[in-house]
C-alpha cells in the first residue's frame, strides 16, 4: 500500500484528493471519491452561495459517516465571508483556500480542528502558502482544468518540493496510475484530480458536456478567461480557466476588452448554457481529458490510480534499482 503524510494524516487509504470542482463536484461526487479511499472534496464555485455547503455536506458525508473535503477561494471569500463559518459549521477534515492569499482564514479553521490546504501556482504563491500555516501546499500547473497558472505541473513540482517543508499535492494533468506513480517518485504527498473525474456518473456534469468530455483530446484545450469576462465574473486576470476549445473561445480569445464590452456575446453565452450548447458554453477540463475514454464510477477511478500506482511503483523500482530492461508495458524480460 502507499503511505504518504497525506494518507497519515487524513486517515484515506490512497494518497488522492477529488479536486473541489465549482459547479461539477458537489456531495455525490465527493462521497463517491471518499468511498473509493480517496478524499472527495466539494467545489464551491465563485458565484455559488453559502447555502451550497449546508446542502451538499451531508451527502458527501453521508450524514456524518465520512470525510470530505470544502474548496473555496480566497478573492470569493474576501467578498463573501459568511462561506467560511458555513464550512467550518460543515465540519469537513480539509478546507482548500486558493487563488489568492490564505493567510486571514488559516487560524480559524486550524481552531476548529480542520486541516487547511492552498493550491498554488508559483514559487512566491508556495512560500506564501507555507508561511501562512497551510497543511498542504497543492502545486497546480497550467494542465489542470479549471482556473489555473501558466507554469507546468511537473517543472512546478519540482520546484515547490525545493521551496518548502509542508507536504506538497501535485495538481494538474493526473489521470492515470502513471501520473500518480510519477508525482509520487517526486516526492508528493498525493495527487489532487478533477479532470479524469469529469465524466463520472456522480459528477454534475451534463450529458452533453460529458460527451465533449469523452470525445475530447489532450490538444483540445485552451487557457482562456473569456468566459469569465462574457459573464462579468471578477477573477483575478492571473488566472485563466482551461476549458474545452469551442467556437466561442474561437472567436473570443484574445479579444477580451472587446468581449467585455459586448452585451449581445454575454446573452448568447447564457443562452447557450440554459440549452446545454457546450459548442458555445464551457466546458472546463484539463490536458488530461485526453485520458478519459469512458463514464468510470469515480470509487473505481481512485480505486484504479491508488492500486495501479502502488503496482507499478512495486515494479519500476524494482526494474530500475536491478538494472533489468522491460518492455512498455513494465513486465520485466531478460536482456539478450
Ligand atoms: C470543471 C472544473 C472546475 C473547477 N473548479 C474549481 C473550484 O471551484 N475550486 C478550486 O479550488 N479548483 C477548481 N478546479 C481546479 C481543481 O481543483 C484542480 O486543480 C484540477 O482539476 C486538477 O487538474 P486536472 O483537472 O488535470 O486533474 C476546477 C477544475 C475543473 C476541471
Same mark, same amino acid.
Given at each position: 500500500?502507499?503511505?504518504? /503524510?497525506?494518507?497519515?494524516? !487524513?486517515?484515506?487509504?490512497? =494518497?488522492?484528493?477529488?479536486?473541489?470542482? #465549482? $459547479?461539477?463536484?458537489? $456531495?455525490?461526487?465527493?462521497?463517491?471519491?471518499?468511498?473509493?479511499? $480517496?478524499?472527495?472534496?466539494?467545489?464551491?464555485?465563485?458565484?455559488?452561495?453559502? /447555502?451550497? &455547503?449546508?446542502?451538499?455536506?451531508?451527502?458527501?458525508?453521508?450524514?456524518?459517516?465520512?470525510?470530505?473535503?470544502? #474548496?473555496?477561494?480566497?478573492?470569493?471569500?474576501?467578498?463573501? =465571508? #459568511?462561506?467560511?463559518?458555513?464550512?467550518?459549521?460543515?465540519? =469537513?477534515?480539509?478546507?482548500?483556500?486558493?487563488?489568492?492569499? =490564505?493567510?486571514?482564514?488559516?487560524?480559524?479553521?486550524? /481552531?476548529? $480542528?480542520?486541516?487547511?490546504?492552498?493550491?498554488?501556482?508559483?514559487?512566491?504563491?508556495?512560500?506564501?502558502?507555507?508561511?501562512?500555516?497551510?497543511?498542504?501546499?497543492?502545486?497546480?500547473?497550467?494542465?489542470?482544468?479549471?482556473?489555473?497558472?501558466?507554469?507546468?505541473? !511537473?517543472?512546478?513540482?519540482?520546484?515547490?518540493?525545493?521551496?518548502?517543508?509542508?507536504?506538497? &499535492?501535485?495538481?494538474?494533468?493526473?489521470?492515470?496510475?502513471r501520473g500518480l506513480a510519477a508525482v509520487l517518485a517526486a516526492g508528493a504527498a498525493g495527487a489532487w484530480v478533477g479532470t479524469c473525474l469529469l465524466a463520472s456518473p456522480e459528477a454534475t456534469t451534463k450529458p452533453e458536456a460529458r460527451a465533449k468530455v469523452l470525445a475530447a483530446r489532450e490538444t483540445d484545450t485552451v487557457l482562456t478567461r473569456v468566459f469569465d469576462v462574457a459573464q462579468g465574473i471578477p477573477w483575478p486576470e492571473r488566472f485563466a480557466g482551461r476549458a474545452l476549445r469551442n467556437r466561442f473561445t474561437d472567436r473570443w480569445h484574445g479579444r477580451e476588452a472587446e468581449l467585455a464590452t459586448d452585451a449581445a456575446a454575454g446573452s448568447e453565452l447564457d443562452g447557450a448554457r440554459r440549452t446545454a450548447d457546450y459548442d458555445m458554453a464551457y466546458v472546463y477540463a484539463g490536458q488530461a481529458v485526453g485520458l478519459v475514454r469512458a463514464s468510470r464510477p469515480a470509487a473505481e477511478v481512485v480505486r484504479d490510480l491508488g492500486e495501479g500506482a502502488a503496482s507499478l511503483l512495486g515494479e519500476q523500482l524494482d526494474r530500475l534499482l536491478d538494472g533489468e530492461t522491460n518492455d512498455r508495458s513494465g513486465s520485466p524480460h531478460p536482456s539478450s
Open positions: 500500500m502507499l503511505h504518504t /503524510e497525506l494518507t497519515g494524516r !487524513l486517515g484515506v487509504v490512497f =494518497p488522492i484528493i477529488g479536486a473541489p470542482m #465549482g $459547479g461539477v463536484a458537489h $456531495g455525490r461526487l465527493a462521497r463517491a471519491v471518499t468511498e473509493g479511499g $480517496g478524499l472527495g472534496m466539494i467545489g464551491v464555485g465563485s458565484t455559488d452561495a453559502a /447555502e451550497l &455547503i449546508e446542502r451538499e455536506a451531508p451527502v458527501a458525508s453521508d450524514s456524518g459517516r465520512l470525510p470530505f473535503g470544502i #474548496g473555496l477561494m480566497a478573492w470569493a471569500l474576501d467578498r463573501n =465571508p #459568511g462561506l467560511l463559518d458555513k464550512a467550518i459549521d460543515a465540519r =469537513p477534515a480539509l478546507v482548500s483556500v486558493s487563488f489568492g492569499s =490564505p493567510a486571514p482564514y488559516v487560524d480559524a479553521l486550524h /481552531e476548529a $480542528g480542520i486541516a487547511v490546504a492552498s493550491q498554488v501556482q508559483d514559487v512566491a504563491g508556495a512560500r506564501a502558502a507555507a508561511e501562512a500555516g497551510v497543511d498542504f501546499v497543492v502545486a497546480q500547473g497550467t494542465d489542470a482544468g479549471g482556473h489555473t497558472g501558466t507554469v507546468g505541473t !511537473l517543472p512546478l513540482l519540482q520546484l515547490v518540493l525545493d521551496t518548502v517543508d509542508v507536504p506538497v &499535492i501535485a495538481a494538474g494533468g493526473i489521470a492515470t496510475a
